[in-house]
């Protein structure tokens, strides 16, 4: 399996609502990433989880709130976004650098695409 | 600071007409340069890894070729199919797991 899988493909929800973002991988990779991309721009790191644990947070505000039960799994919680929020939510998994692998290319999922009204 | 700078921001090809697409960085010390494509709304797709300068990759009408301080993606005899979105990133050979980004090459192949 050389697939990340993330759901929903499509989310809409309100200023008030609470959701969550999937993700899911089983190359082994054991590090897993969030990244959040607006039209034309880049992806932009928002955390990193390294063996599991939260290795970067690269400043996101408390609205959003990762989470990685397993080292398959990788989740994002969402709560009281704002219509800026809105972009596409990308996930991606690699190995840990430096630890005998020499591919360290990160694979993406084909992200959500969150719309907040 | 790590810096990546792609060439050009947009490109219109005939089909058929060869180019390249430059992608310039800034990094102390690489552990590894990436080119990924991507399709408006998808997920980047992983197109190559270059890791030492020298290095070639190729893959249907796309090579990758690496120097110290810039890649070149160059694509060959290009189809309209392959209007996407090319996106370099490098990977810092020292400090956190981080790639950087440089803001991609909008490509558009005409029939």
């Known amino acids: 399996d050389t697939e990340v899988t993330q759901t929903p493909k499509h989310l809409v929800m309100g200023m008030t609502n609470k959701k969550s973002l999937k993700c899911e991988q089983h190359?082994?990779?054991?590090?897993m990433y969030w990244y959040k991309q607006k039209a034309k721009k880049p992806p932009e790191l928002m955390f990193v989880y390294s063996y599991e644990k939260l290795s970067i947070n690269e400043s996101v505000p408390s609205r959003f709130s990762p989470e990685c039960p397993n080292s398959s799994l990788l989740n994002l919680h969402l709560h009281a976004l704002q219509p800026e929020d809105s972009a596409l939510y990308l996930c991606a998994s690699s190995h840990v650098p430096g630890l005998g692998s020499s591919n360290y290319g990160y694979t993406f999922g084909s992200g959500t695409r969150l719309t907040v009204v | 600071e790590d810096q990546v700078t792609q060439s050009p921001e947009a490109l219109r090809l005939q089909e058929g007409e060869s180019s390249s697409l430059n992608c310039s960085y800034t990094?102390?010390?690489?552990?590894?340069l990436f080119w990924y494509r991507q399709d408006p709304g998808k997920g980047p797709e992983f197109l190559f890894t270059?890791?030492?300068a020298g290095e070639e990759k190729e893959k249907e009408r796309l090579k990758a070729t690496l120097t110290k301080k810039e890649s070149f993606l160059h694509i060959t005899a290009p189809k309209p199919e392959d209007s996407a979105t090319y996106l370099c990133a490098v990977q810092p050979l020292y400090g956190n797991n981080r790639l950087a980004f440089g803001k991609g090459n909008q490509v558009v192949v005409i029939p």
């Open positions: 190359m082994g990779h054991r590090a």
């Open positions: 990094v102390s010390g690489l552990r590894g």
């Open positions: 270059l890791y030492s």
